[in-house]
C-alpha cells in the first residue's frame, strides 16, 4: 500500500467520526461531466516517415467524470475529502490507426494492448485528503496544479492527474503562498501512476524518471489590475526552474489592454548534469546525440486588446539557451505555461523565436450568447539542432495556425451542453518531422449530482 492510500485511509476514518459535522456534508458537492472526444490526425510527407509509422492517426470515445468536493468539518482544523473517478470507453479506433508505437505509452486517446490495438476502455480513481486551518489549506492525494511550473493538460477525453502534496495559505490579504511535491502522475490516456521526466529521456522503455518535483510560488496582487509572480520548481536529477511574472490589465478608450509578461530560466539538476542518459533535447555540437544538460532561458510577452467582444493579440517569445525549453513531460501528453502551448506544437525548441497573433469574437455582442470562436497564427524560426555529430537544422522554421469554434446552450432542456470544433495545421522543415492537419470534435454536459 503506498503512501498516498495510507493517508487518505486515516483521513476517511477520521471523518467517518465527524460526518455529521457542520459544513462537512452541508458543502459537499459532486458532477457528472460527460465528454464526447474525436480526433483526426492526417501526418503528412509519407516519403519521409519513418518504417511503420502511420500517416493518419484517428480515435473516438466517450468520456465519464465524476467529481465530488466535500465541505470542512468543524472546529480550528477542518477535515475533508475530494475524489475524481474517471472511465474512458472506446467507440472508434480508427481501424488500427489509433497511434500507438512500440515506445509509446498508447494511443492518441486510448491506452494500448500488448499488440498495439486500443483498449476498450480504461478507468482510475483519485482521493484527496485535506484540511484547513483558517486560511491555510493542506492536500494530500490526487491533484490537478495549474500553476507557472506545473500544469495538468486536459486536451484529450480524460485529464491528466498528478499525486502528491499541496499547501497554500491566503494568510495575507492580497497574497497566494504555495508549495507542493509531487511523485508520480498518471496520463490522459493511462490507468496507471508513472513516475516522471523530460523530453530527450522519458522513452517508457529505456527512459530515466524522477519521483520527486518540488515547487514553491508567490502570487501578489498589487492591485486589482496587476499581479506580480513568482514560483520555483524542481524535478530532481533533471532541471531547477526559476519562473517571474508580470500580469496588467488596463483600461484603455473603450476596451481593456491586458499585458502578460513571463520569464523561465532553467538550468541542470543532479544526473542531468553528466549522465548522457538523463539528457534532454537541444541543440549540443559537442554530443553526438544532440542531447545535453537543460540550459535555458525564455522570455516571453503577450498583449491582448478587448473591446466590444472583440480580442486582438500579438505576442513573442525567445527560447535561448543549447536545450529546449523544459517542463514535466512524460511523453504521453502534457502543458506547460508558456503562451506558445498550441494544439500541436509548444514553439520552445532551442535557440527559436516565436511571434504570434490571435484573434477572438465573443458573439453574445450582436445577440448569439454562447457562440464564440477564434485564430491564432504562430511562427517560430532559428531553430538550431545537432544529432550523429552533425548539424541537422540550421536556422530551421515552423509555423501553426490554430481555428476554435465552441457554443454552449444557454437555455432550454439542453441548457450547458457544449460544442467545440479545433481545427489545427502545421508546417515544417525540421529534419525528421512530418507536416500534420488535426481536427478535433468535443461535446460536453455537466449534470449536477448534489
Do not use: C
Not at 123 to 151: C, D, H, N, W
Amino acid at each position: 500500500m503506498n503512501k498516498s492510500t495510507v493517508a487518505v485511509a486515516v483521513a476517511l476514518g477520521l471523518l467517518a467520526q465527524q460526518a455529521s459535522a457542520d459544513g462537512f456534508i452541508e458543502d459537499s458537492k459532486a458532477t457528472l461531466k460527460l465528454r464526447n472526444f474525436y480526433i483526426n490526425t492526417d501526418n503528412r510527407d509519407a516519403g519521409t516517415k519513418a518504417a511503420g509509422a502511420q500517416s493518419k492517426n484517428e480515435e473516438w470515445g466517450q468520456g465519464f467524470q465524476v467529481d465530488y468536493t466535500s465541505g470542512f468539518t468543524a472546529g480550528t482544523v477542518g477535515f475533508g475529502v475530494d475524489a475524481i473517478a474517471l472511465l474512458g470507453v472506446r467507440l472508434d479506433s480508427g481501424g488500427g490507426t489509433n497511434g500507438a508505437t512500440a515506445t509509446s505509452y498508447g494511443g492518441t486517446v486510448f491506452p494500448s494492448k500488448s499488440n498495439g490495438d486500443a483498449v476498450n476502455d480504461f478507468s482510475s480513481l483519485g482521493v484527496t485528503a485535506k484540511a484547513k486551518i483558517s486560511q491555510t489549506e493542506l492536500r494530500y492525494g490526487t491533484l490537478m496544479p495549474k500553476l507557472p511550473v506545473i500544469s495538468y493538460n486536459d486536451g484529450r477525453l480524460l485529464p491528466q492527474t498528478f499525486e502528491g502534496g499541496q499547501i497554500t495559505s491566503n494568510e495575507i490579504k492580497d497574497l497566494t503562498l504555495i508549495g507542493g511535491q509531487i511523485e508520480h502522475v498518471k496520463g490522459r490516456n493511462s490507468s496507471n501512476n508513472e513516475q516522471l521526466s523530460i523530453s530527450g529521456a522519458n522513452n517508457p522503455v529505456t527512459g530515466e524518471f524522477s519521483n520527486k518535483f518540488r515547487y514553491a510560488g508567490a502570487d501578489y496582487k498589487v492591485t486589482k489590475d496587476l499581479l506580480l509572480q513568482y514560483y520555483y520548481g524542481n524535478l530532481e536529477d533533471f532541471y531547477k526552474q526559476n519562473f517571474l511574472g508580470l500580469v496588467h490589465n488596463w483600461a484603455i478608450g473603450p476596451g481593456v489592454l491586458k499585458t502578460d509578461l513571463r520569464y523561465f530560466n532553467s538550468t541542470d539538476d543532479g544526473k542531468n548534469s553528466n549522465q548522457s542518459s538523463y539528457y534532454t533535447t537541444g541543440s549540443y555540437s559537442g554530443n553526438a546525440s544532440g542531447k545535453g544538460p537543460v540550459d535555458n532561458n525564455l522570455y516571453s510577452g503577450l498583449l491582448l486588446y478587448t473591446v466590444a467582444g472583440h480580442t486582438f493579440g500579438g505576442g513573442y517569445q525567445v527560447s535561448n539557451g543549447s536545450s529546449d525549453f523544459p517542463w514535466l513531460n512524460q511523453g504521453d501528453g502534457s502543458s506547460n505555461y508558456t503562451i506558445t502551448d498550441s494544439q500541436i506544437q509548444k514553439f520552445g525548441r532551442a535557440g527559436e523565436r516565436t511571434w504570434q497573433a490571435r484573434y477572438s469574437y465573443d458573439f453574445a455582442k450582436v445577440g448569439v450568447p454562447g457562440l464564440t470562436a477564434g485564430a491564432v497564427y504562430l511562427h517560430g524560426d532559428n531553430i538550431d539542432t545537432y544529432s550523429g555529430g552533425k548539424q541537422n537544422n540550421n536556422g530551421a522554421s515552423e509555423w501553426e495556425r490554430d481555428i476554435t469554434v465552441a457554443y454552449v446552450v444557454q437555455e432550454g432542456a439542453l441548457k450547458n451542453l457544449g460544442l467545440m470544433w479545433k481545427n489545427a495545421m502545421w508546417r515544417n522543415d525540421i529534419a525528421g518531422q512530418r507536416n500534420q492537419d488535426e481536427n478535433r470534435l468535443i461535446v460536453s454536459y455537466s449534470i449536477p449530482l448534489l
